[in-house]
């Protein structure tokens, strides 16, 4: 399996700021990465898909980056519909892994 | 534009089997661009990938269940349903159905997805 190593676990920040979640992958995996938000009794909904694409109406201030075993989704700019949990995927391997998520609350 | 419901208990008895229906509306299950998913995330850990069925009806599944799981399609409903046997407490989770983009290789994602329905083992 690949293990997606996602970090930090939990995130404080203010309406305004711009934050950065990480996920590294137990191998490389080319740029195929995607990134979720969950948010409590609503459907998860996706943000950005091939490591930097970004998904059909989704704000820009949502950004993603990297490629091998390193990628990063930036926030910028933070609104308080964005605190929420995030998730990392990846779709190289065909047994789909996530990462552990990631808690944004606000400060 | 696609829309993804749940249905089914949210109790089930240990040894027991689970059972969740997913119905979409707005698009066409009957097509090979997309796959037909479930995702589960039991309380206070990460997403798990439970299985993949396509529209063909075959099926493709994550190991660690694979001895538990049975994934099916009724493209005349526009339904697609999971059953899992034997259920444990361990297998308390939020369950969620996703559509899958097939897109060249390894370029798909999950999206859009249902509601989740939370399903708890107990007796």
């Known amino acids: 399996d690949i293990q997606m190593t996602q970090s930090p676990s939990s995130l404080s920040a203010s309406v305004g700021d711009s934050v950065t979640i990480t996920c590294r992958a137990s191998q490389t995996i080319s740029g195929y990465v995607n990134w979720y938000q969950l948010k409590p009794g609503k459907a998860p909904k996706l943000l950005i898909y091939a490591a930097s694409r970004l998904q059909s109406g989704v704000p820009s201030r949502f950004s993603g980056s990297g490629s091998g075993t390193h990628f990063t989704l930036t926030i910028s700019s933070l609104q308080p519909e964005d605190f929420a949990t995030y998730f990392c995927q990846q779709s190289y391997s065909t047994l789909y892994t996530f990462g552990q998520g990631t808690n944004l609350e606000i400060k | 534009q696609v829309q993804l419901q749940q249905s089914g208990p949210g109790l089930v008895k240990p040894s027991e089997t689970l059972s969740l229906t997913c119905t979409v509306s707005?698009?066409?299950?009957?097509?090979?661009?997309?796959?037909w998913n479930w995702i589960r995330q039991p309380p206070g850990k990460g997403l798990e990938w439970i299985g993949t069925?396509?529209?063909?009806?075959?099926?493709h599944y994550n190991p660690s269940l694979k001895s538990r799981l049975t994934m099916y399609i009724d493209r005349s409903k526009s339904q697609f349903s999971l059953r899992l046997s034997s259920v444990t407490a361990a297998d308390t989770a939020v369950y969620y159905c996703?559509?899958?983009?097939?897109?060249?290789?390894?370029?798909?994602?999950?999206?859009?997805w249902g509601q989740g329905t939370l399903v708890t083992v107990s007796s």
């Open positions: 996703a559509r899958q983009y097939a897109g060249t290789g390894a370029l798909n994602w999950f999206d859009p």
């Open positions: 707005g698009g066409s299950i009957n097509t090979d661009i997309y796959y």
């Open positions: 069925v396509y529209y063909s009806g075959s099926t």
